[in-house]
């Protein structure tokens, strides 16, 4: 599976942006997927996840309430709308994907990852 994530940008606190995933191959429909994000200085961290179903959705306590994780295994794109933006948002944001479920907020344990995409918000 290869993984492209897109929709990242410069915007002003309080703006929204939808990030977007965009999967190759036939197995993304089966495949946990999740977005982390990376600011300067800093390690990667979980933002959210979603099972293969859409019925099991994971959010970190950072974003709770402002971002939307969904997927479209119609069309191997899975989304992160992240609304009420603070300039603590600002990171590089990534999408990954694993097989099968179970622990959902770990980076090492996802295979597939995509390039990254900037999210900067001012103040």
């Known amino acids: 599976v290869q993984l492209q994530a897109s929709g990242g940008g410069l915007v002003q606190a309080g703006d929204s942006l939808r990030l977007t995933c965009a999967a190759s191959?036939?197995?993304?429909?089966?495949?946990?997927m999740g977005w982390f994000r990376q600011a300067p200085g800093k390690e990667r961290e979980f933002v959210a996840a979603?099972?293969?179903?859409?019925?099991?959705?994971y959010y970190s306590d950072s974003v709770k309430g402002r971002f939307t994780i969904s997927r479209d295994n119609a069309k191997n794109t899975m989304y992160l709308r992240m609304n009420s933006l603070k300039p603590e948002d600002t990171a590089v944001y990534y999408c990954?994907?694993?097989?099968?479920?179970?622990?959902?907020?770990?980076?090492?344990?996802?295979?597939?990852w995509g390039q990254g995409t900037q999210v900067t918000v001012s103040s």
């Open positions: 990954a994907g694993r097989p099968g479920i179970g622990v959902h907020d770990q980076p090492d344990l996802y295979a597939y």
């Open positions: 191959g036939p197995t993304f429909s089966r495949y946990l």
């Open positions: 979603i099972t293969w179903n859409g019925n099991n959705i």
